[in-house]
């Protein structure tokens, strides 16, 4: 579904991609994980088609992306930002379903329903600023959910909102990017959450930034957030993601079952 | 609050005509020159029923009206285009930069001799005038439009106009509103000065020479008075139609609502 072959992109000298290459089947959930700094909002923005980067390709769906995809969604981490405080939640939904040809009704229905997801039908009508950050996060990942992309990108989507609504977000993400079957590329700097929501995690070395690992994780289907995150599989995966964002080398553990 | 401030408002003015008629009482200054200010309000009271006046009133409102719809038309899109387009906009901008301080009022000659129509005359150094404020406002306020926001819509596939049209003049808008506003006060200016220097048949520019040639103090002062009242009106107009289209913007900025 997604091929990242090789990519390398530079501001200037200042070389910050590195010969990155990840892949994702179909479905699949993959946590980009990395130390602060290190490239992942370039990468996400080189998939997104925002900046052409400077090497390397990016496949989708066997398509290259060379100008900005249509099949594809992107969640910001700031929402106040992210979101048209001019529009009421239903608006902001519906507001990219113009590029789908749909007319009013029909993009009003698909708002509507996006809302209902996750758990927003109620606030159809209000604006962002209303609302508590958590909502306004729920509303842009009901945007992306409405425009049926065949990849969505969620860039540090947790990182602006309180322990609490992150924990209901995380599940959120889980349910939906389930329920549609949707290719999802994550990106987070949190290590506990790349491996509670991933199916993998890629974890990318200190600027510039190289694929350091790729590691499958083998939590099963369903995640709990009190249970899952007891058990020894994921104390096990979380302490290895770790140590490789601090810059260490790979355990034979892992590797085993590579 | 805002009642206190209205009420500090009043009393302002009320004190200051009380001392204006007090310095008066004293014939400190001479009411030929300067009529009294109980004279000068009753002139201004008389002039509301005075048909030649409203008729003054109505041309000038109209001259108005016109050149300030034309200028929002004339200088919304040019403003857009300009901040849409950084390299046409440092082209442009010496120019701006050199028209833009020269006293609008300066212009009125040269508008005379190219204009034989008193209506157009009058639209056209309206535009001239009033364009600069909503241009430069919308200037800046397109290139201050949040980058994520349009970003935001760009990943969605959306191409450079559609951003511009759904994103950046909806961001931008506030900051235009706000130039129209100053445009209306200066349109205002630039009505009745080019009445006065220009002539012509109706205009409370025109009645205010009439009036000052018939040594009617109080009724000129009393035009002038209108003027400055319809200024404060249509001010106080569009700050309520702002605080009710840009609500948003006062929430996010934190203004005191």
Not at chain 1, 119 to 133: C, H, I, N, R, T
Request: neutral net charge.
């Amino acid at each position: 579904m997604l091929e990242i072959t090789d990519l390398v992109h530079s501001y200037g000298s200042h070389r910050v991609l590195d010969g990155v290459s990840i892949r994702a089947a179909e479905g699949e959930l993959v946590c980009v994980v990395g130390p602060s700094g290190c490239g992942k909002s370039t990468l996400l923005r080189s998939v997104a088609g925002l900046i052409r980067p400077t090497g390397g390709r990016v496949l989708i769906g066997g398509q290259p992306v060379d100008r900005i995809p249509d099949n594809l969604a992107v969640v910001f981490q700031d929402y106040s930002r992210s979101l048209y405080p001019w529009m009421t939640a239903a608006n902001n939904v519906a507001l990219p379903l113009r590029r789908r040809g749909l007319d009013r009704r029909r993009r009003r229905e698909a708002a509507m329903a996006a809302l209902d997801q996750v758990g927003l039908a109620d606030a159809a009508a209000k604006y962002p600023w209303e609302m508590s950050g958590g909502m306004q996060q729920r509303v842009s990942i009901a945007r992306a959910l409405a425009y049926r992309p065949s990849l969505l990108l969620m860039d540090e989507p947790f990182g602006s909102v309180d322990a609490q609504t992150r924990e209901d977000l995380e599940d959120l993400v889980l349910r939906v990017c389930a329920h549609h079957g949707m290719t999802t590329l994550l990106i987070t700097h949190d290590i506990d959450e790349s491996v509670y929501v991933g199916d993998r995690v890629i974890v990318l070395t200190r600027s510039p930034a190289r694929v350091a690992a790729d590691l499958p994780v083998d939590l099963g289907e369903s995640r709990d957030q009190i249970a899952t995150r007891q058990l020894d599989a994921f104390v096990r995966l979380r302490a290895e993601v770790g140590r490789l964002v601090r810059g260490g080398s790979p355990t034979s553990t892992v590797l085993e079952k590579q | 609050m805002e009642h206190a401030r209205v009420l500090r408002g009043v009393a302002g003015v009320a004190g200051f005509l009380a001392a204006a008629e007090i310095v008066g009482a004293t014939g400190l200054i001479d009411d030929r020159f300067l009529p009294r200010m109980s004279t000068i309000l009753r002139g201004a009271a008389e002039l509301l029923v005075d048909q030649e006046f409203l008729a003054d009133a109505r041309a000038s409102l109209a001259a108005w009206g016109l050149g300030l719809l034309l200028t929002v038309a004339v200088a919304v899109p040019a403003g857009l285009a300009l901040g849409a387009l950084p390299p046409v906009e440092r082209a442009v901008r010496p120019l701006i930069e050199f028209l833009r301080p020269i006293p609008s009022v300066a212009i009125i000659p040269l508008a005379i001799l190219l204009f034989s129509d008193n209506l157009h005359l009058r639209v056209a150094v309206v535009v001239y005038a009033a364009s600069w404020p909503i241009v430069i406002n919308t200037i800046y306020a397109l290139r201050d439009v949040d980058p994520l926001a349009k970003e935001t819509l760009r990943s969605f596939g959306f191409g450079p106009v559609s951003v511009l049209l759904r994103v950046a003049l909806p961001s931008a808008a506030p900051f235009i509103a706000t130039g129209i506003r100053v445009a209306a006060g200066t349109a205002v200016i630039l009505v009745i000065s080019a009445e006065l220097l220009a002539g012509g048949a109706e205009g409370i520019g025109i009645y205010i020479t009439e009036a000052a040639s018939g040594n009617r103090m109080d009724l000129m002062l009393g035009a002038a008075l209108w003027a400055g009242l319809f200024g404060v009106l249509s001010n106080t107009a569009l700050v309520a139609v702002e605080r009710r289209l840009f609500r948003w913007h006062d929430v996010r900025t934190g203004a005191a609502r």
